[in-house]
């Protein structure tokens, strides 16, 4: 089945370690997205590729990495400077074009949590 | 004041129920998106809609590009419909960056 897959569902940190999200596509999208969503907010964009080796920030990318060495794998390294890393991580992908906008494709999601 | 405003935030009917969710945006757009979040936090695509109307099964989204607004209306509406729905804004530059609602939880009771 093509899909999205994110992994681990739930994962715990201890604060100060650095932490890597994990997200494979394999719909054979150019581009994918990591968004980061709090209670009571709208999804925010951290990160977002629209092709493999190049990747540019979103609306919150501040303590926050990327790669993009493989077109199915968008992983995404939460650093101790992420001031909350709390929260439910979501990546996306969706086919890429530079005039056009087109449905994304969300994973199940990560629950981070740091204490 | 958020680029893309949705209402209500929260809203509980009974099972049968015409449901309408609204979302008024600020940006120009090259399309909207209508998103359903279950508890569970997945995250699927109804809808992504530039002009008119578009129909799945009961779900039903509408867009009026001049006053800038969309609606999602759910017919005969059921329990396995409670969910948060989501529009998002996709610019039209930079179109591959949404910009999100803040959801509105609707519960349906049976």
């Known amino acids: 089945d093509g899909g999205i897959t994110q992994s681990p569902k739930y994962l715990f940190r201890k604060e100060g370690q650095n932490v890597t999200l994990s997200c494979e596509q394999n719909l054979n999208h150019d581009a994918m997205y990591w968004y980061r969503q709090d209670p009571g907010q709208g999804l925010r964009l951290i990160y977002y590729?629209?092709?493999?080796?190049?990747?540019q920030k979103g609306d919150i990318a501040e303590g926050y990495s990327v790669s993009r060495e493989k077109k199915e794998s968008f992983p995404l390294t939460v650093t101790s400077a992420q001031k909350n890393p709390t929260a439910f991580y979501l990546c996306?992908?969706?086919?890429?074009?530079?005039?056009?906008?087109?449905?994304?494709?969300f994973g199940p999601g990560t629950r981070l949590t740091v204490t | 004041k958020n680029e893309v405003e949705q209402s209500p935030q929260n809203l509980t009917a009974q099972e049968g129920e015409f449901i309408t969710i609204n979302c008024s945006y600020s940006v120009g757009i090259s399309a909207l998106h209508w998103l359903q979040q279950h508890p569970g936090g997945g995250i699927v695509s109804l809808f992504m809609l530039s002009s008119g109307k578009k129909k799945h099964g009961r779900l039903i989204a509408t867009i009026n590009i001049q006053e800038k607004h969309s609606s999602l209306h759910i017919t005969a509406s059921h329990p396995r419909d409670s969910a948060v729905y989501i529009c998002?804004?996709?610019?039209?530059?930079?179109?591959?960056?949404?910009?999100f609602g803040q959801g509105t939880r609707l519960t349906i009771n049976p």
């Open positions: 996306a992908s969706s086919p890429s074009h530079p005039s056009g906008s087109y449905e994304q494709y």
């Open positions: 998002a804004a996709a610019r039209i530059q930079g179109a591959q960056k949404l910009v």
């Open positions: 590729s629209q092709i493999v080796n190049d990747f």
